[in-house]
């Protein structure tokens, strides 16, 4: 079976989409594949464990001509010099916009040969999508791409809802590597939190799509009845409002702020429980993040969260801004040792059977070769 050729367009911030591009990236070189990213920076979680990953930086040349740098032009270009040069056989952008329509501009300057996989991860359609300047242009990011992916059922119906493009659209979960997994830490006594403390966590951008007010207020009327500590890992434009907000309830000996952390595999062995009570959310990679560890998760009822949290079984699904009932299945979580060992077991397996990166990644490469008429693979 011949090895591939295949360009990986990606943002490089710590993000969900840029993780999980990365790490397919990543993984492909390990099986063979020649893998080479185009971004504006070297992606978040890239570094030289295969010898055969070539990054490609895309700078935005500045000139007085334009009041902007043009760097979608500039990506562009860059994606047709090296599809040329290194003979590329397929480019998968991650985003439909500005990246798919970049991989098609550099496809229409290099060859009809050159194929183009778009992922829709969600914030090109969920955001991006209601703005009715944008909507002609996703469309065409979208339909003129040789396959596209989505990375939930429910991120596949938003975008034939908002979109409405004449194009199948196939569903490829995001995925967990095995290596992500519990492991042995004393970060709990090193943050300084009492041992028989019970451990809540949240991760995000913090922006105010991830409710994390909803998470604060949650968790001071949890501490009404149990003994806990908040975990709060991330930045962004609303860190400082709950900042605030954890000093007007008066839970700052609760709750702790850690900002943004490279490694997060300790952080999540420490964990009971991890809460995600976004407005919209796509996927949820962080989901899967904390159930290799083991960790039951609580998530709205929103978006592409229910295909990973099955209520009741791995985790508890509650409607949004209902702060009442996520307080009482975040007690009952908390309290009830029984039924926190069977969602920690149920968590681990939907990881690994459901969302396990054998399993995504075979998916990925079977699309790739059937794009190129390749024979299947088995």
């Known amino acids: ?12 911030t710590v993000g969900g989409s840029g993780i999980v591009a990365t790490e397919l990236g990543i993984q492909m070189a390990r099986r063979g594949h020649e893998i080479h990213f185009f971004s504006s920076s070297t992606p978040f979680r890239l570094s030289k464990r295969c010898s055969n990953v070539f990054f490609h930086q895309a700078d935005a040349n500045q000139y007085a001509v334009f009041q902007y740098p043009p760097y979608s032009l500039s990506l562009a270009s860059k994606i047709a ?3 040329r040069r290194e003979k590329l056989d397929i480019i998968h952008a991650h985003y439909a916009i500005p990246h798919a329509v970049c991989a098609i501009l550099a496809k229409q300057m290099v060859s ?26 996703i469309k065409f990011g979208i339909e003129k791409s040789d396959v596209v992916t989505a990375v939930s059922d429910s991120l596949i119906q938003e975008t034939y809802e908002l979109i409405d493009p004449d194009k199948e659209i196939v ?18 006594s090193e943050l300084g939190i ?23 207020r949650t968790f001071a009327k949890t501490l009404e009845q149990v003994r806990a500590t908040l975990l709060l890992v991330g930045d962004g434009p609303e860190s400082s409002s709950i900042y605030h907000l954890v000093k007007d309830l008066g839970i700052e000996d609760s ?4 900002g943004n952390q490279e490694s997060l595999q300790e952080i999540f062995s420490v964990a009971d429980v991890f809460l995600l ?5 796509s996927f949820g990679l962080v989901l899967l993040e904390a159930m290799a560890c083991g960790v039951p998760c609580i998530g709205t009822s929103i978006g592409g969260i229910p295909e990973v949290i099955e209520d009741g079984e791995n985790g508890f699904l ?22 926190h060992l069977h969602m920690s077991e149920k968590s681990l397996d939907t990881a690994r059977n459901r969302f396990g990166a054998e399993k995504i990644l075979g998916e990925y490469e079977n699309l790739y070769y059937n794009l190129l008429d390749k024979v299947e693979i088995v």
Do not use: W
């Open 81 to 83: 010099e090296v599809s």
């Open 277 to 281: 009570l976004s407005d919209k959310e």
């Open 171 to 188: 569903r490829v979960h995001n995925f967990i590597e095995e290596s992500f997994c519990r492991v042995p830490t004393n970060l709990k």
């Open 255 to 258: 709750v702790i702020f850690l």
């Open 112 to 137: 009809d040969e050159l194929k183009v996989m778009t992922t829709l991860h969600g914030t090109d359609i969920t955001t991006l999508g209601y703005d009715a300047s944008l909507h002609d242009v």
């Open 194 to 216: 009492p041992l028989e403390n019970k451990v809540v966590l949240h991760i995000s951008n913090f922006r105010p799509v991830k409710r994390v007010d909803q998470i604060v």
């Open 1 to 12: 079976m011949r090895k591939l050729k295949i360009g990986i367009v990606c943002y490089p």
């Open 318 to 339: 509650v409607p949004p801004e209902d702060i009442n009932t996520t307080k009482e299945r975040l007690v009952k979580l908390l309290t009830d040792d029984a039924l």
